[in-house]
């Protein structure tokens, strides 16, 4: 048996199982290994690589003149595609085959070396590639890189969303330039009919907001004007010729975090990201603590609904302005949520959903305006929501489904939306099936002693070496004294410890023995005898034991230091338990096992940055070659995108949810038993 680089030998399996067939002939079936020839630098699957990328704007002219530059940076988890790492942050790359290297569109320029593809020697000239030419979806991330990014050389009758997924680009709103006639006396026909009979491919319907303005508008543009179509409605008549104006913005509405992505509908491309906190934090950080809110105050729904609509708004205006949109051309929004988010938003009390038997108001909330959702947008804009599966499984998980294409690919494929809920969903590529985990608020830093958000200041990647490093220094060797490797987001001194930063501490003090399988730490002399270059690092504060991740001082009290206590390893454990159980009951619903599973995607804001390597050492995910646990990204974004973009893709999503089978894992008899089994590191089926 061929191990990948970075997958742990201890993998958890029993002596006598069959080890799972990670055959190069296999993995070049589902689509894991690179094309021959290629010659990437290996990765571990840990810490993070840091992409520059330098994006060019201007006239499709074949020349740059008039063109101008911005500079991005991003970090990514090593081995995602310089395609992928752009399309999740934004950044329009031009690309009609999902990603595949067969359209041979996605060009860019990447500085130092970089390895060569057939798909590249195809696509390129020899001095070209010398020049560092490369198709994007082909160049995986595995150290820092420089990126140019050209302009956009196409007006796509079909877009590439960020996890590869290929839509055809037929978006709700449309627009018609036309030229009327003005009325004469031989010819009287009211406005309304005047404008409807030039448009000769549609029959949308005008409201009144549209009739008030029609005269004022057809007179003073000379009867030159375009009218604006979502779906069947007639919502605005704009003076001229404004077919190239047309935008949406796609929510996803997250318990911590929204993100909202500014799209050009006319080319399917992004033209600017911005996330922030959910406003709805003083409320608590989970969904329990805020449906229990709305329980204890009758003023608390109307509260949340105000810090919903805020937070909506406030991403609205920045991503208009830093795209450079005018607000009121913006005529439909997507918004992906869970259940009870998507309640709060709309002012539904979410009591329902936090008792048992645990119901929703509505699985497919209704269309409404964008302004009942305190967006100040065009007047008429609408916002669609996306039909959930259950209580805790919501519109969010139906639209990463949808983004990450669950129902069409036929290998066995494990989606998990890691965060304060867990969603899972299983596929053996004719049956799904999907559940929800409680798995707390570890993961986004709460009941975390040093616990943090993944913000500046935060440890995210954790490196353990369990001897002492030693460096030849002239004829004498020297003891390295910091023997813990941590990367900081904001390359500054750490504040605390974020969700995988956390992962990856438990990991590392697994794999170097400082942590038993029961997840305790190691006796103090044990400790010495087994890692002597970390044991130091083994102390208390109070009666708690904790483990140092980084001392201000070498002097500094431990209190004032930045560490890993046992009471958040048990935080990580019950987390993870809940997660392994959840999947391994699914896995037995498919009559299943682990080394069935194809590919494993790691979705949300946390899971998409999460380690692989860490998360297989201590069982969060099924014992697996790394090369198939995939970083799917924010898929709940991405399918709120496709919304947007395609109205086959959005009845898509309905026909999900009528394919998926929910599993309530609270009615499983064995729950208790399993979860028990999941809670040691050892155990990983």
């Known amino acids: 048996m061929t191990v990948e680089p970075g997958l742990p030998d201890d993998q958890g399996l029993p002596a006598d199982a069959e080890p799972p067939d990670i055959s190069v002939v296999r993995m070049q079936r589902e689509g894991l290994l690179e094309a021959p020839g290629t010659d990437f630098p290996p990765h571990d699957g840990v810490g993070r ?39 999740w942050n934004g950044i329009a790359i031009d690309s009609t085959c999902g990603g ?39 160049v995986p991330a595995t150290r820092d890189l420089a990126v140019f990014v050209p302009p956009l050389t196409t007006r796509p009758k079909a877009a590439t969303v960020g996890v590869g997924r290929q839509v055809i680009l037929r978006p709700a709103v449309q627009k018609r330039y036309v030229e ?89 491309t992004p033209v600017a990201v911005a996330s922030m ?15 229990s809110a709305t329980m204890m105050d009758d003023r608390a729904l109307g509260r949340l609904q105000e810090a919903a609509g805020a937070t909506l708004a406030e991403l609205a205006e920045q991503v208009c302005r830093e795209g450079d949109v005018a607000p009121e051309s913006v005529h439909e929004v997507a918004l992906a949520g869970n259940a009870t988010m998507v309640a709060l938003a709309l002012g539904i009390d979410p009591e329902p959903i936090g008792v048992a038997p645990f119901v929703m108001t509505t699985a497919l909330p209704p269309a409404v305006l964008a302004a009942d959702l305190g967006l100040s947008l065009h007047p008429r ?21 949808l983004a990450t294409g669950m129902d069409r690919d036929k290998r066995t494929r494990l989606f998990i939306d890691v965060g304060t809920n867990c969603e899972i969903v299983l596929s053996d590529g004719d049956t799904i099936v999907s559940t929800a985990a409680p798995a707390g608020p570890a993961f986004e830093g709460g009941a975390i002693r040093c616990g943090m958000r993944a913000a500046e200041g935060a440890i995210e990647v954790v490196r353990l070496s369990p001897t002492p490093v030693v460096e030849e220094v002239g004829q004498r060797p020297s003891r390295n004294p910091s023997p813990v490797e941590l990367q ?198």
């Not at 930045?562 to 037995?588: C, H, P």
Request: hydrophobic residues 40%; contains cysteine.
């Open 49 to 87: 690589v840091t992409l520059s990328f330098t994006i060019e704007t201007g006239p499709v002219t074949g020349t740059t003149a008039g063109s101008t530059e911005t500079q991005k940076t991003v970090r990514v988890p090593p081995g995602v595609s310089v395609f992928d790492s752009a399309s």
């Open 100 to 138: 595949h290297g067969t359209c041979h569109k996605c060009r860019v320029r990447v500085e130092g070396p970089a390895p060569t593809t057939r798909h590249d020697v195809r696509t390129f000239s020899p001095e070209q590639l010398d020049a560092g030419w490369r198709l994007a979806c082909l």
């Open 180 to 268: 009327l006639e003005e009325p004469t006396l031989a010819d009287q026909r009211s406005d309304v009919v005047r404008l409807l009979d030039a448009i000769t491919d549609l029959a949308p319907s005008p409201d009144l907001h549209v009739l008030r303005r029609l005269p004022r508008v057809l007179r003073s543009a000379d009867f030159k004007v375009t009218a604006v179509i979502v779906d069947e409605a007639l919502i605005e008549v704009e003076p001229g010729d404004t077919t190239g104006q047309r935008h949406a913005i796609a929510f996803d509405l997250g318990t911590t975090t929204v993100v909202a992505t500014l799209l050009d509908l006319t080319t399917g």
């Open 277 to 291: 906190l959910n406003k709805q934090q003083p409320f608590g950080g989970d969904v329990i603590s805020r449906i």
């Open 381 to 401: 804009a609408r916002a669609v929501m996306f039909p959930a599966l259950g209580a805790y499984v919501g519109g969010d998980i139906v639209s990463g489904m």
């Open 488 to 685: 900081v987001i904001g390359d500054v001194a750490p504040r605390g410890l974020c969700g995988s930063g956390l992962v990856d501490a438990v990991a590392e003090l697994v794999r170097v023995g400082l942590l038993d399988d029961s997840g305790r730490f190691l006796p103090e002399e044990a400790a010495a005898e087994v890692a002597p270059g970390l044991a130091d690092r083994l102390t208390r504060i109070g009666e708690e034991r904790v483990f140092v991740l980084h001392r201000a001082s070498p002097d500094a009290d431990p209190a004032d230091c930045v560490v890993l206590s046992q009471r958040d390893v048990r935080e990580l454990q019950f987390a993870k338990a809940a997660i392994s159980t959840g999947w391994s009951l699914l896995l037995d619903e498919l009559g299943l096992e682990h080394r069935d599973v194809q590919q494993v995607l790691l979705a949300g804001s946390f899971g998409s940055y999460l380690s692989p390597a860490a998360a297989v050492r201590i069982g969060l995910v099924p014992p697996l070659p790394l090369l198939r646990i995939v970083s799917a990204g924010n898929v709940a974004g991405e399918g709120a995108k496709m919304a947007l973009l395609s109205l086959p893709e959005r009845a898509g999503a309905q026909t999900l949810v009528e394919e998926v089978t929910y599993v309530e894992l609270s009615d499983r008899p064995d729950f208790n038993e399993r979860f028990v089994e999941q809670l040691g590191f050892g155990k990983t089926s």
